[in-house]
């Protein structure tokens, strides 16, 4: 009896451990495998740490540090939220870069981060002048370069890929393999957006005065902005094609100011004897633009269809510059980025202030080959 107990006992044991097993097992199949925990993308905090920068440089750094969205992977393997602009050959911080004027040379970018819990240098060197256009450099021999900040013998300097620069010469995107001068060294990928700069906000306007971004832009004195307002703002039917694209729908030809004759002139809108001149400024995004027509007729000029090449006459002309806050929003030309009169015309109409045009411009000088296209109709006084 006591036997057949015991058995029993026993029975029920070894049941209890398998069924514990099993639940077990069930319950190991049934738990998800943990995730892998990947890294958190690195900061500016993490590069100040690393790279052990004195209070006052963090302080420096903290108005540069700029959002970044960078994957490296190969001999370095992380990702990049954060890094700041950087010296050439330390770790203090330097300015930003700033948005380059048309057809002036791209800034470099030298942007300081960790990855890997290391220090790291990305430069970038866009070749050429910013045409304010989107552009993708292929050839990159010397245009990228990674370097070790913590190691500084080493460098990544023999590139591929390509590299995009955005229309404000500041941002763009990077999908390139880098690789070291050493045998048996592993290509360093690196892909994502990179910044060197921040563009500027366009300042807030008036949506009810179609020349609000003029005055914005050049930050006019409010006493000059007001008699603008007045009498001085003109509406326009403009539309502008080739290397500046956009459509004017207003423009400012300021009469209550002396007015200045002349090529690069400011304030024209009337016959002069024998020749006859307008002048339009206006901005388009953050930059601005003065349009000077001209046109020459013996004894007087009379309304009609004028040739816009330039040459013997004004003809049509397009400046890049600023209008000068000190001086009564003046137009002051930017001497070495105009377009001239190519092909096409443009009319005078009997009011000797309005009119049509419908012209090809070049550029001449650092502009040289560019090309923009005008048609619409203009008027300078009403």
């Known amino acids: 009896m006591r036997r057949n107990v015991a058995i029993a006992i026993a029975a029920l044991l070894v049941i209890g451990l398998v069924a514990v097993g099993v639940a077990r097992l069930v319950s190991l199949r049934s738990t998800p495998v943990a995730a892998v925990?990947?890294?958190?993308?690195?900061?500016?905090?993490?590069?100040?740490?690393?790279?052990?920068?004195?209070?006052?440089?963090?302080?420096?750094?903290?108005?540069?540090?700029?959002?970044?969205?960078?994957?490296?992977?190969?001999?370095?393997?992380?990702?990049?939220?954060?890094?700041?602009?950087?010296?050439?050959?330390?770790?203090a911080p330097t300015q930003m870069c700033s948005e380059p004027k048309r057809w002036s040379g791209f800034p470099k970018a030298l942007l300081a981060f960790v990855a890997a819990g290391k220090g790291y240098r990305l430069r970038i060197s866009p070749p050429g002048n910013s045409e304010h256009q989107a552009v993708t450099i292929n050839e990159l021999g010397s245009v990228v370069e990674l370097a070790s900040i913590s190691d500084p013998s080493q460098d990544w300097s023999q590139v591929t890929g390509s590299l995009s620069v955005d229309a404000d010469g500041i941002t763009g995107s990077i999908d390139v393999e880098a690789q070291r001068d050493v045998s048996g060294a592993k290509p360093e990928h690196i892909t994502g957006q990179w910044a060197c700069g921040a563009p500027l906000p366009l300042p807030a306007l008036d949506a009810s005065d179609g020349c609000a971004n003029?005055?914005?832009?050049?930050?006019?004195?409010?006493?000059?902005?007001?008699?603008?307002?007045?009498?001085?703002?003109?509406?326009?039917?403009?539309?502008?094609?080739?290397?500046?694209?956009?459509?004017?729908?207003?423009?400012?030809?300021?009469?209550?100011?002396?007015?200045?004759?002349?090529?690069?002139?400011?304030?024209?809108?009337?016959?002069?004897?024998?020749?006859?001149?307008?002048?339009?400024?206006?901005?388009?995004?953050?930059?601005?633009?003065?349009?000077?027509?001209?046109?020459?007729?013996?004894?007087?000029?009379?309304?009609?269809?004028?040739?816009?090449?330039?040459?013997?006459?004004?003809?049509?002309?397009?400046?890049?510059?600023?209008?000068?806050?000190?001086?009564?929003?003046?137009?002051?030309?930017?001497?070495?980025?105009?377009?001239?009169?190519?092909?096409?015309?443009?009319?005078?109409?009997?009011?000797?202030?309005?009119?049509?045009?419908?012209?090809?411009?070049?550029?001449?000088?650092?502009?040289?080959?560019s090309t923009v296209q005008i048609t619409g109709s203009w008027r300078c006084a009403a």
């Open 37 to 91: 925990v990947k890294p958190k993308p690195s900061t500016c905090a993490d590069a100040y740490r690393v790279l052990k920068l004195l209070p006052s440089e963090v302080s420096a750094a903290n108005p540069v540090c700029l959002v970044q969205s960078l994957q490296l992977s190969g001999e370095i393997i992380g990702q990049v939220a954060q890094a700041y602009t950087v010296e050439q050959d330390g770790v």
């Open 214 to 369: 003029f005055y914005a832009v050049n930050q006019l004195a409010a006493d000059d902005v007001a008699r603008m307002k007045a009498s001085a703002c003109q509406a326009q039917k403009l539309s502008f094609s080739g290397d500046l694209s956009a459509h004017l729908d207003s423009a400012v030809t300021d009469v209550g100011m002396v007015p200045q004759a002349g090529f690069g002139g400011d304030n024209m809108c009337g016959a002069i004897d024998q020749s006859y001149e307008a002048t339009l400024k206006f901005s388009i995004g953050d930059e601005s633009f003065l349009l000077n027509l001209g046109a020459d007729q013996y004894p007087s000029v009379t309304p009609g269809q004028y040739s816009a090449r330039s040459g013997s006459s004004i003809g049509a002309v397009l400046f890049l510059g600023h209008a000068d806050p000190g001086n009564h929003g003046a137009f002051v030309t930017d001497d070495q980025v105009y377009w001239l009169g190519r092909s096409g015309s443009f009319t005078i109409a009997s009011d000797l202030k309005s009119g049509t045009i419908d012209a090809t411009l070049g550029g001449t000088l650092v502009n040289s080959g």
